[in-house]
């Protein structure tokens, strides 16, 4: 504890470079994952083999992923980018299946209601089906932003990972409260942005509790 | 260069650590499950478990190299803790969600608890633990990878090593391996899910995030 009380600017900049690194993939991947997984619905062949190669990418050790793609890309090792990108990958394709699984969930009815007033397949879609998708996709949401901020910290052993630093700084340096702040810092983190997505999701979903109380 | 026999002894020491922890996790966290499951007692074990998600591997790794001593035991730790969270929810859900028909006709039919769990509730159960089994088995394999931060072995020596030599190859070399490796298992696990989904083959695909997203609430 002592490190962090010591330390307490360049902690704050780890912690504000860990929300930054976590938090971005996870908007990176819902952002795509609503309108792919939208789309997908409609084409049973394309989703099919959309569901089959978000498993594999869901395989792959986020280790391995970090040091491959600036190969591939061109980027350099040490750029927080890779980072970004890899979580992103891992981010949508959670999500995209939760998308699927949340909008197979809309009833038949609600749909078709919403046609018979001559809402627009567009319009349905963003004014009922993902309202009523709510419930199935924020807590997918949480368990991806939750996996983000661990996974973050093992970029450190490539030099980029905010708080994940503190682990291999203070491995090297033979100094255990520094790798203790690092863990108190990533655990606070992601319960921080649990909670707070639990509490986006309770609030988007007024309607539920309204209906519930009518029932 | 890197000859094949230290592509194997990587291999295998990657597999000695993930299965070492995976063995010890399931252990501890299929009784578990089953005791929670079947008397619907304890589920704050499973919330308390669920919270250990939150705790960075790599921080409880190198924290535990300093405090208890380099070795095999603090990588095993850190993996057990990653492990026992999906393998103990699962097993919980899929025992608690056995049709409640299907255990009060056992129970009619004067099947003590002990048979009841071991022939009915189980069986019932088992597609979802292996599912669990299955996402344990992903994370602790990726995992593996930085025991070699600590200066073990594993695949994950090819990539430290490779980065310290600026050998590019040595570094993709261990990210192949690893994800290979990592593919072979939940393909062999895929095809295990199967074979114990009775009369479901077909209809619904285990897929190991989706019934932990569920139980995770």
């Known amino acids: 504890m002592n490190w962090m009380f010591a330390n307490p600017d360049e902690f704050a900049a780890l ?71 890899a979580l992103s990958m891992y981010s949508l394709a959670l999500l995209v299946r939760s998308v699927l699984d949340a909008l197979d969930g809309v009833p038949p009815a609600v749909r078709d209601a919403a046609r018979a007033m001559g809402y627009s397949s567009l319009r349905r879609i963003v004014a009922v089906d993902l309202p009523v998708a709510v419930p199935v996709l924020v807590p997918a949401l949480r368990v991806v932003a939750v996996t983000n901020v661990s996974l973050v910290s093992v970029g450190a052993v490539i030099g980029i990972g905010g708080l994940g630093r503190l682990f291999t700084a203070g491995y090297q340096r033979s100094y255990p409260d520094q790798i203790v702040a690092g863990i108190i810092g990533t655990v606070v983190l992601a319960l921080l942005i649990d909670r707070l997505l639990a509490l986006a999701g309770w609030s988007l979903t007024r309607w539920q509790r309204v209906t519930e109380a009518a029932a | 260069m890197i000859d094949t ?34 008397t619907g007692r304890g589920s704050w074990m499973i919330a308390g478990a669920n919270a250990l998600r939150a705790l ?16 095999v035991v603090p990588p095993t730790i850190a993996l057990v803790i990653l492990a026992v969270p999906p393998i103990l929810s699962n097993t919980a859900a899929g025992i608690s969600v056995a049709d409640p028909a299907a255990v009060d ?39 593996a990878t930085i025991a070699a931060f600590v200066n073990l072995g ?64």
């Open chain 1, 15 to 85: 912690f504000a470079e860990h929300t930054a690194l976590s938090l971005l993939p996870t908007l990176i991947g819902l952002v795509a994952a609503v309108p792919l997984g939208a789309a997908l619905r409609g084409l049973p062949r394309a989703r099919a083999i959309a569901v089959v190669v978000a498993g594999i990418v869901f395989t792959i050790p986020s280790l391995a992923l970090f040091v491959v793609i600036p190969g591939l890309i061109g980027t350099r090792i040490l750029d927080p980018v890779n980072v970004v990108i």
């Open chain 2, 154 to 217: 594993g695949i994950g020596r090819f990539i430290f090593d490779g980065l310290a030599l600026y050998d590019y190859g040595r570094v993709v070399l261990g990210a192949v391996l690893v994800a290979a490796v990592a593919l072979a298992l939940d393909g062999a696990l895929a095809l295990v899910a199967r074979a114990v989904t009775p009369g479901r083959v077909g209809r619904t695909r285990t897929r190991p995030d989706s019934a932990n997203e569920r139980v995770g609430e």
């Open chain 2, 56 to 71: 960075p591997s790599l921080g409880l790794m190198t924290l535990l190299v300093l405090l208890i001593g380099a070795g």
């Open chain 2, 105 to 143: 006709a056992a129970r009619a039919m004067g099947m003590t608890d002990r048979q009841l769990l071991r022939q009915v509730e189980l069986p019932i159960a088992l597609p979802l633990v292996v599912s669990g089994f299955r996402a344990a088995v992903l994370q602790v394999v990726a995992t």
């Open chain 2, 5 to 38: 026999a230290t592509v194997l002894l990587r291999v295998l020491e990657h597999l000695g650590y993930s299965g070492l922890a995976l063995g010890i996790a399931a252990l501890i966290a299929v009784p578990l499950g089953l005791y929670i499951g079947h």
